[in-house]
Nanobody, 123 residues
Framework: QVRLVESGGGLMPPGESLRLSCAAS????????MGWYRQVPGEERELVAS??????????DSVKGRFTISRDDRDRAESVAYLQMDHLRLEDTARYYC??????????????WGQGTQVTVVG
């Protein structure tokens, strides 16, 4: 059974940087995808970035050029994903949820969600 543990987040002024981490353990498929969605109260959860086990990356238009996703596949059952968030904007304020999906490269309808971490950008 896959488990996710998130870390990172916090409060920063605009223009600064933050890094989120998401450690996945118990991975049971070599074909998988992980990344982050974010959600603001009253709005739908939106995909921020994803990275497949084949190292294919995908970004929301709103974060392209500012956020970078990467992953460290430590062994067949453990991977850690990182989201480096640079040039933060006020509109990046949201709760960020790590996700994992097994057996697919699609970030739609993830199998598993992390507990979420709050990112607040305030001037």
């Amino acid at each position: 059974q896959v488990r996710l543990v998130e870390s990172g987040g916090g409060l920063m002024p605009p223009g600064e940087s933050l890094r989120l981490s998401c450690a996945a353990s118990g991975i049971d498929s070599s074909r998988n995808v992980m990344g982050w969605y974010r959600q603001v109260p009253g709005e739908e959860r939106e995909l921020v970035a994803s990275i497949t086990s084949g190292a294919e990356r995908n970004y929301a238009d709103s974060v392209k050029g500012r956020f970078t996703i990467s992953r460290d596949d430590r062994d067949r059952a453990e991977s850690v994903a990182y989201l480096q968030m640079d040039h933060l904007r006020l509109e990046d304020t949201a709760r960020y949820y790590c996700f994992f999906k097994s057996g697919s490269y699609s970030a739609d309808s993830p199998d598993l969600w992390g507990q979420g971490t709050q990112v607040t950008v305030v001037g």
